[in-house]
């Protein structure tokens, strides 16, 4: 099948180099004409395991192209990709600029009856509405068919996930769109769950939120654990066993960032609103993350006279581990509380230096190590558990001023961190002192 996809960002370039691997003749498109330059030369934009190797590969044997042209993009495909993005507006709901221009990309330059698949999350009736504009504006010239596809990767083992899902779910109103869809994933091996276009675009955001949801509920649990001397590791551990719950994410920190769970859940709340649905449990997980965002801020509060003019060293900055990715990441709140109470700020990430250093403030200072961060310190936060830092032998941190640390991800033992003349408070755990 020969695939055009519409944005090549952490949805479309995965979706485009794992479409290729599987056989499919892929074209990429992207308005970003110097990430297409790249792409070309088959370095990725994007830090994701096994995605450089895989685009290289398809590259060579020339099944995957890149290009910033819809026109050429669009010759002779069968199938057109939207994965472009679907950021929040100021109210919360999803913005769909990119999603409307590329409707109107497809309607401009198709030459051929096409089958529109769209990977973007979008609101309930989004795929109807650009089938709608599309439809409009081709008058007649060409048949659309469109065809829900949400996408459900995880950054950082992206490529994993896609060979690996737990399903793919085809919304379609038509049989035509649906089988176009599945016979093209049919090779991922992967359940294929079809459903109506309505409930797919849902169950993407309902997925989303659900997982916010267990998120927030316990790092409640944890705060309780806290004041009453329990330990969230070996509550989450009681709780996972039972079937019903299940073990993942049920581990407690500082809350959940990055591009999908907290525009996706604010977004449910807005597509709720609309029908005139106060969706009051959402909105309660959305407050409980906001607050735990900033514990480490408190928790450093209550360990030290003031941080005014304290070295701070700030390990992981990426929203979690294996991604460059910045987006909505808790260390950009933390960061920006830290300067706002005017501490020296000594940041550390291993992968996503480059990204932070646009978006962080200009006085923070980057280290090339976690031990180069903490010597010296006042106090070390934990903000993402990379490998490198949980990995990290704990005498490292005796080279701080202050050997104070305080772990936002619970990536050490507090059987471990007794062996050192080191202070550790963690999420959810008696501080080890
Ligand atoms: P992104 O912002 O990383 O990438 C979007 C890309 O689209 C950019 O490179 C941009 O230049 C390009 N683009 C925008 N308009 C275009 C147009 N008209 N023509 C060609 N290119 C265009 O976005 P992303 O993180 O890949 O997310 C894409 C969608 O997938 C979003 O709706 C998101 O919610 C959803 N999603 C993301 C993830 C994730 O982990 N990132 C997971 C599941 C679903």
């Not at 074209?27 to 970003?32: A, E, L, N």
């Not at 599309?134 to 994993?160: D, H, Q, T």
């Not at 659900?210 to 009453?228: D, G, M, P, Q, R």
């Not at 701070?312 to 990715?325: E, M, R, S, W, Y």
Request: aromatic fraction near 6%.
């Amino acid at each position: 099948m020969k695939i055009s996809i519409i944005g090549t960002g952490y949805v479309g370039l995965v979706t485009g180099v794992t479409l290729a691997e599987i056989g499919h003749e892929v074209i990429c498109i992207d308005v970003d004409a110097q990430k297409i330059e790249k792409m070309k030369q088959a370095a990725s934009p994007i830090h994701e395991p096994g995605l450089s190797e895989m685009m290289a590969r398809n590259i060579a044997v020339k099944r995957l192209a890149f290009t910033t042209s819809h026109q050429s993009g669009f010759e002779d495909v069968d199938v057109i990709y939207i994965a472009v993005g679907t950021p929040e507006n100021e109210d919360g709901s999803a913005n769909l600029m990119y999603v409307e221009q590329a409707a109107k990309d497809i309607a401009e330059n198709v030459v051929d009856d096409v089958t529109v698949v769209m990977k973007s999350t979008v609101p309930v009736g989004t795929n109807h509405k650009v089938k709608e504009q599309i439809c409009n504006a081709v008058k007649g010239r060409v048949k659309i068919e469109i065809v829900s596809n949400p996408e459900f990767l995880k950054e950082g083992s992206a490529i994993e996930d896609t060979f690996l899902g737990d399903r793919i779910v085809i919304g379609s109103d038509s049989m035509e769109g649906a089988m176009v869809v599945a016979a093209i994933n049919e090779p991922f091996g992967v359940p294929i769950y079809h459903t109506d276009i309505k409930s797919a675009e849902m169950i993407k955001y309902a997925s989303n939120a659900f997982l916010a949801t267990k998120i927030s509920f316990i790092n409640e649990i944890s705060n309780i654990c806290e004041l009453v001397g329990a330990n969230i590791e070996n509550v989450a551990s009681g709780m996972g066993m039972d079937n019903r719950i299940g073990s993942q994410f049920l581990k407690a920190g500082i809350g959940y960032g990055g591009s999908c769970f907290p525009k996706d859940t604010k977004a449910l709340i807005q597509i709720a609103g609309n029908v005139n649905y106060e969706f009051d449990l959402l909105k309660g997980v959305v407050n409980v993350n906001k607050k735990q965002q900033l514990l480490l801020i408190e928790k450093l509060n209550q360990c030290t006279d003031k941080i005014e003019g304290k070295r701070i060293a700030v390990l992981g900055l990426a929203f979690k581990p294996n991604t460059d990715d910045m987006r909505e990441a808790t260390s950009i709140l933390i960061v920006e509380e830290l300067i706002r109470q005017r501490a020296e700020v000594v940041a550390f990430d291993p992968i996503a230096t480059e990204n932070a250093k646009s978006i962080l403030h200009p006085l923070v200072v980057y280290a090339a190590s976690v031990e180069e961060a903490v010597e010296g310190s006042d106090a070390a936060l934990i903000v993402t558990e990379w490998e490198e830092i949980r990995g990290i032998n704990l005498s490292v941190f005796q080279k701080m001023r202050r050997p104070l640390i305080i772990d936002g991800r619970n990536c050490f033992s507090l059987d471990s961190m007794k062996e050192y003349p080191i202070e550790y408070h963690s999420i959810g755990r008696p501080a080890v002192t």
